[in-house]
């Protein structure tokens, strides 16, 4: 049952960021993000990740989504002959993606692949408070010089713009 | 690994690879840089769900959840940065088509 669940959940995953890719509206896509971001989310609480599925929900399917829709509303879209016309450059240039997808997935069908995912570590720690304040402080510090590089890099972006 | 663990890892791992084509295919064939953007986020949200699932499985949930917000704070401000990069791009050329971007070429 629980399976099910799942299987349900990861389909209408693949659905969304599969309309996310094939609509023609930029807005539409930011949007099928959002959902292929929420399904996500319910994935991570199954799958006992509670705490990064909160993260998920509220940077990924929020924060992001907002970033995304400031910038589509900020810049003009194509026209619509435009667009048609880059679809059937599309289909053109590209149409022998479908059949190498499927050639690589036979292909892979009959390889054996093993793997072994017993990793040897001694103690495991339950608590992701515990583990990113005590036991991977270097990765608070990262974030933190990742976080004021974005700031810095966004202020001077920005200045730029202005300047000019 | 249990069975319950067996049961799920094979399923997800499908839809893993399935996600990670689709935003493998929005890469390849878009010109649109705010496409290309939300191509790159698909990728990054396989490479998520395959984080959690192999936490799930080994039984190292914490220590997984913790990478995992790492990388969803690096996720956030690669897509900020390169958001205010496209706004940049679009002020200066009129245009989002990195076919039109031409003005670094050799």
Not at chain 1, 76 to 96: A, C, G, I, N, T
Not at chain 2, 40 to 55: F, H, P, S
Not at chain 2, 78 to 106: E, F, P, T, W, Y
């Amino acid at each position: 049952m629980a399976l099910n669940i799942d299987i349900v959940v990861l389909f209408l995953m693949a659905l969304s960021a599969l309309w996310t890719v094939m609509t023609r509206s930029l807005l539409r896509s930011a949007i099928g993000l959002a959902l292929t971001s929420a399904m996500l989310t319910i994935l991570m609480f199954r799958l006992h990740a509670p705490l990064a599925a909160v993260f998920e929900l509220s940077v990924c399917s929020g924060l992001i989504s907002v970033v995304f829709i400031a910038t589509i509303s900020l810049t003009q879209p194509m026209s619509q002959e435009k667009v048609l016309q880059h679809m059937r450059d599309r289909l053109e240039r590209f149409w022998y993606l479908p059949i190498l997808l499927i050639l690589t997935g036979i292909v892979l069908s009959f390889l054996n692949f093993k793997f072994n995912l017993i990793l040897p570590v001694p103690e495991i720690e339950k608590d992701p408070r515990i583990v990113l304040w005590n036991q991977r402080p270097l990765d608070l510090l990262g974030q933190i010089i990742m976080l004021l590089t974005g700031a810095f890099g966004i202020v001077i972006l920005f200045r730029e713009a202005k300047k000019k | 690994m249990s069975a319950q663990a067996l049961t799920l890892f094979w399923p997800f791992c499908l839809f893993i690879v399935i996600l990670f084509i689709i935003g493998f295919y929005c890469l390849l064939v878009t010109f649109n840089l705010i496409r290309a953007l939300i191509g790159l986020e698909l990728l990054i949200k396989a490479v998520t769900l395959l984080l959690v699932l192999v936490g799930y499985v080994t039984q190292h949930e914490a220590l997984i959840q913790s990478l995992v917000i790492t990388l969803i704070v690096m996720e956030v401000v690669i897509i900020a940065v390169a958001a205010g990069i496209v706004l940049g791009l679009h002020q200066h050329n009129k245009s989002l088509d990195v076919r039109q971007l031409r003005n670094l070429k050799g």
